[in-house]
């Protein structure tokens, strides 16, 4: 994907807006309002919650809102997790995700990797695995990939014999893709300027609206920003 595509995709993503037709009080007849078109003023610019009952919130963000039940279980299963996630940071050893050795990936490190530690995460993560991967990954956005359905099954066919999950395969493509991904989240942290997307959030941005269709409307609105003329005028002066 070109630079000027990934940056007008992740400009969309999060200035873009969406009309919705909305009744009020003063208004019962109805009118159009603008509302955020993705979810990053409800995940990617909050702050993370210490005690972990806000992030709940970030997690309903990208995921939907929950019932009371639901709730329930994603609280048991950030509980249940918060050992495992911890024990991949201790192994990462204030590594990110992309510079990780492989073996920290592969069947062949085992026991005691980071991979270990998120195949252990996605089997204690209840009923709603999308909701405590958005919330572990906004607790350590350097290290934990954020994977929904569709992301998942996009990076599946690219998996290589003895990885312990997908999170390999987003290993392998920020590490072969590592000086694209270095300048774009330096174009992006200063164009934006209300968050600071690492590069594992940006990928998991753009895979998701590619997988699931939206990557053409994202470029549309990102390239009716301010912040897109401002990208262009820095890339003409250069």
């Not at 969406?18 to 409800?42: E, I, M």
């Not at 204030?94 to 990797?113: A, I, K, N, Y």
């Not at 053409?216 to 401002?230: D, F, I, N, Q, Y």
Request: net charge negative; hydrophobic share 40%; charged share 25%.
């Amino acid at each position: 994907m070109p630079v000027d595509t990934a940056v007008a995709a992740v400009l969309g993503y999060a200035r873009g807006r969406r009309p919705l037709w909305f009744r009020s009080f003063d208004k019962p007849q109805g009118h159009w309002v603008q509302l955020p078109a993705f979810g990053w003023t409800r995940f990617d610019t909050l702050p993370t919650d210490p005690d972990g009952d806000d992030d709940i919130l970030l997690g309903e963000g990208l995921h939907g809102r929950l019932d009371r039940p639901g709730w329930a279980d994603v609280r048991q299963s950030l509980v249940a997790v918060a050992p495992l996630a911890a024990a991949a940071e201790d192994r990462a050893d204030g590594r990110p995700l992309w510079e990780l050795p492989d073996d920290q990936l592969s069947v062949l490190g085992e026991p005691g990797t980071v991979g270990a530690a998120f195949r252990d995460i996605d089997r204690t993560s209840g009923t709603h695995p999308g909701h405590v991967r958005a919330i572990l990954h906004h607790q350590r956005p350097a290290l934990v990939p954020h994977l929904t359905r569709s992301t998942r099954r996009a990076l599946l066919p690219h998996s290589h014999e003895g990885d312990l999950g997908v999170e390999a395969v987003v290993h392998r493509e920020l590490r072969a893709n590592a000086e694209a991904f270095a300048d774009l989240e330096g174009r992006v942290a200063t164009l934006l300027g209300d968050a600071r997307p690492t590069r594992l959030r940006l990928h998991d941005i753009l895979l998701w609206l590619a997988t699931t269709l939206r990557l053409t409307h994202a470029v549309s609105l990102g390239t009716a920003t301010p912040e897109w003329e401002r990208h262009l005028a820095a890339v003409t002066s250069r």
